[in-house]
Nanobody, 117 residues
Framework: QVQLVESGGGLVQTGGSLRLSCAAS????????MAWYRQAPGKQRELVAI???????NCADSVKGRFTISRDNARNTVSLQMNSLKPEDTAVYYC???????????WGQGTQVTVSS
């Protein structure tokens, strides 16, 4: 069982930056694929960025060049650096952990990001 706790959300103006963090406990963090998802009101949850246990990353086209995902396996944390934020980035951001061997997935409680125009 993996527990995930997000932090770092808030209100920011267009063009600003935020850094989200997700602290994991209760499992072998380094083997898990970690990801950030987001869900805006009235929309489906969508993948924002993903990082494998070995550090390979990928992200949605909508955030390429602006968002960076990283992980610290020694501290059991994954972060999302968000730059040049736009109003359309407004959403609840969720941290996700996926065990590639068992298929088990875990979610954090979410953190609100609001970008004002």
């Amino acid at each position: 069982q993996v527990q995930l706790v997000e932090s770092g959300g808030g209100l920011v103006q267009t063009g600003g930056s935020l850094r989200l963090s997700c602290a994991a406990s209760g499992g072998f963090f380094s083997i898990h694929t970690m990801a950030w998802y987001r869900q805006a009101p009235g929309k489906q949850r969508e993948l924002v960025a993903i990082i494998s246990g070995s550090g390979s990353t990928n992200c949605a086209d909508s955030v390429k060049g602006r968002f960076t995902i990283s992980r610290d396996n020694a501290r059991n944390t994954v972060s999302l650096q968000m730059n040049s934020l736009k109003p359309e980035d407004t959403a609840v951001y969720y941290c996700n952990a996926q065990n590639p061997f068992t298929g088990h997935g875990y979610w954090g409680q979410g953190t609100q990001v609001t970008v004002s125009s």
